[in-house]
């Protein structure tokens, strides 16, 4: 039987903290995707290619790996609340800015910068979750904020389409400019309140009680002796850990999918029909709005189960199989409806890739391990936007960029069903007493 306690504690914690995460994630995926939106019309006035717009979509990945381990490290030293404030008001700036690219290069470098100013939120705020979410409860909490990014893009679509057909013109600046500045501004506020309302860990949490505050001190320390939270680590130990190069891997191949589709969704589903800027925003909006509905159910399975590498497996595999299907669809409605059971199981399996980076280390080892796991995923954002932009290029449509995502989604599930998380033996005798529970996920 549950603590009543433990239960009043986590139902507090969950309605604290995770309103504002949400909008941190939904405004962090929605200035990744909305050049996206952008492009459909940015792409004829600036005169881009598919090859400059995918390029520009994958730079941003390359300045956001340079700085994830470093930044990530500063936010253990620093604290949450502020460092993450500091990476929302910095991306919203440049968020904001992207409305005055002029050429090729301001758009390169201003992707660059955004990429450079975003580093570290994800995983940061994935260590964040480990001082206030015991192990049970944290892939529910990961999947409630990542579900965010669904939202956005359900949402993002027909905003940023609306937008850049209704806010045409004001100023001199064309709908896509203002769209940019508009999605960028709610950053650099949530910056200000992140500041305000951000509690650093629940010792410092007046709005708990002291017996809640005692149970959750109580349960996360002794998960982190478990886990063996050293202050001190050696980067190579992490870095020699296969189960951070396998989980690294995974998700890089996932992202290939994950950025690569949505990145290109609004001009895919263009291509089906004579659409308006506005129908697409709509249409768009589907996908993502059914990736809501898996994560959810994936997520309370993962938990309920204890296993993450099977459901990993199974959301990988189907979304490859149905954007398989999607590239050879005799019409473009089947074609579309296989888009969104993509949409349905693609987005389902980040909760499960952060429940599991999160949880072979805490402490300082942890921060390393994650932000090094995220640094190395990132070659799936490198590749996915890039190689459609140049596949397009090549063939004037998306079937075979479309068959390419699908074998990385393929390769991702053959690393779920085969990758260790749990330390060897070997592993197990170099570990801090206590640390062997470390990764105890099946």
């Known amino acids: 039987m549950i603590d009543p306690i433990e239960t009043a504690t986590m139902r507090r914690v969950y309605g604290r903290l995770m309103p504002l995460l949400f909008a941190m994630m939904f405004f962090n995926y929605l200035d990744r995707i909305n050049i996206g939106f952008a492009a459909l019309d940015m792409n004829k006035q600036l005169g881009f290619s598919p090859a400059v717009f ?173 886990l ?73 399975s993962s938990d309920r189960t204890g296993d993450r590498k099977k459901h990993l497996a199974f959301v990988y595999g189907m979304s490859a199989l149905a954007i398989a299907g999607s590239a050879y669809a005799p019409n473009p409605v089947i074609a579309y409806a296989l888009l969104c059971v993509t949409g349905l199981f693609i987005y389902a399996g980040n909760p499960l890739f952060w429940s599991l980076a999160s949880s072979f280390r805490t402490g300082a080892a942890g921060a390393a391990t994650i932000a090094l796991i995220n640094t190395v995923a990132q070659f799936g954002g490198l590749v996915g936007p890039w190689s459609i932009g140049l596949v397009r290029n090549a063939t004037g449509n998306f079937k075979l960029a479309l068959l390419t995502i699908a074998a990385f989604l393929v390769v991702a599930t053959i690393i779920a069903l085969v990758m260790r998380v749990t330390p060897s033996e070997e592993e197990i005798d170099a570990l801090p007493a206590g640390d062997s529970h470390a990764g105890n996920f099946h």
């Open 54 to 226: 995918g390029f520009a979509g994958s730079i941003f990945f390359f300045g956001y790996m340079l700085l994830e381990v470093p930044s990530n490290l500063l936010l253990h030293r620093v604290g949450a609340r502020r460092w993450i404030a500091r990476i929302l008001l910095t991306w919203g700036a440049v968020a904001a800015a992207t409305a005055f690219v002029f050429n090729e290069s301001s758009f390169y470098v201003l992707r660059f910068l955004l990429g450079v100013m975003e580093a570290g939120f994800l995983p940061g705020v994935a260590v964040y979750l480990t001082k206030w979410f015991p192990v049970r409860y944290r892939a529910r909490a990961v999947g409630g904020y990542i579900i965010a990014g669904s939202f956005s893009a359900v949402l993002g679509g027909p905003i940023s389409t609306a937008l850049m057909t209704y806010a045409n013109g004001p100023l001199g600046l064309q709908g896509w400019q203002w769209m940019f500045i508009l999605e960028g501004v709610p950053a650099m506020l949530l910056g200000v309140l992140t500041l305000r309302l951000m509690t650093e860990r629940p010792a410092d949490a007046a709005w708990l009680t002291d017996a809640q505050k005692a149970w959750l001190e109580t349960t996360l320390t002794k998960e982190r002796e478990a």
């Open 228 to 300: 063996g939270a050293d202050k001190h680590f050696s980067m190579l130990r992490v870095a020699s850990d296969i189960r951070v190069w396998s989980l690294a891997c995974l998700f890089g191949c996932a992202l290939v999918g994950i950025y690569g589709l949505f990145l290109w969704l609004p001009q895919i589903v263009k291509s089906l029909g004579n659409l308006s800027n506005l129908e697409v925003g709509f249409l768009s909006a589907a996908p993502p709005l059914l990736g809501v509905l898996g994560t959810l159910l994936i997520s309370r």
